[in-house]
């Protein structure tokens, strides 16, 4: 169930720690600081591309920051409903499309992309670990669930993301 009534407030922007690049053609994210590329995790953005409108279930492009977070010290595999933690353990595999093991909700600081954060469109990790590295997703940045751990530990609410094509 969705929570609506959940407060929405800007997170301040953190230019010391470091930024998420998303590149839509590569599927890849890059944990950069300062002009130095740290780390390459593959991705999965969505399968319809990228876009804005509302329903459309496409990843949006432009400049975010993470909003909040959510599953510090979940099991990896943990299912999310409404950012919530369900019990259950997911493996790989299946019809839905499950949220997974942490969530780093975005907010869109361009006029294009301010819906983002209403749309619900989060980098998570997934149950489908075997379509990273192609567009499979409904919106959302997916990453392995290891990795998504690994990126958790490494930011903070406020930190800069670009997704472009």
Same mark, same amino acid.
Request: charged letters at 25%; a negative charge; glycine letters at 10%.
């Given at each position: 169930? @969705? ?44 399968? $319809?591309?990228?876009? $804005? ?11 975010? @920051? ?11 595999g943990t299912v999310f409903k409404a950012r919530c933690p369900t019990g259950e353990i997911a493996g790989e595999g299946g019809e839905e499309d499950l949220i997974l093991t942490r969530i780093l909700w975005l907010e869109g600081l361009d006029p294009k ?53």
């Amino acid at each position: 169930m @969705i929570n609506h009534s959940e407060k929405h407030v800007h997170a301040p922007l953190l230019p010391e720690s470091p930024q998420l690049l998303v590149r839509i053609s590569r599927q890849t994210m890059e944990v950069v600081h300062g002009r130095q590329v740290m780390t390459t995790y593959p991705v999965s953005t969505s399968k $319809f591309g990228p876009g $804005f409108e509302p329903g459309s279930f496409k990843t949006p492009l432009g400049r975010f @920051i993470v909003s909040k977070k959510f599953g510090r010290d979940a099991p990896a595999g943990t299912v999310f409903k409404a950012r919530c933690p369900t019990g259950e353990i997911a493996g790989e595999g299946g019809e839905e499309d499950l949220i997974l093991t942490r969530i780093l909700w975005l907010e869109g600081l361009d006029p294009k992309n301010a819906n983002t954060r209403d749309r619900y469109i989060y980098i998570h990790g997934t149950n489908h670990e075997s379509q990273i590295g192609s567009p499979a997703s409904c919106g959302c940045v997916r990453m392995r669930n290891e990795d998504i751990i690994a990126i958790f530990d490494q930011i903070a609410e406020g930190t800069q993301v670009e997704i472009f094509e």
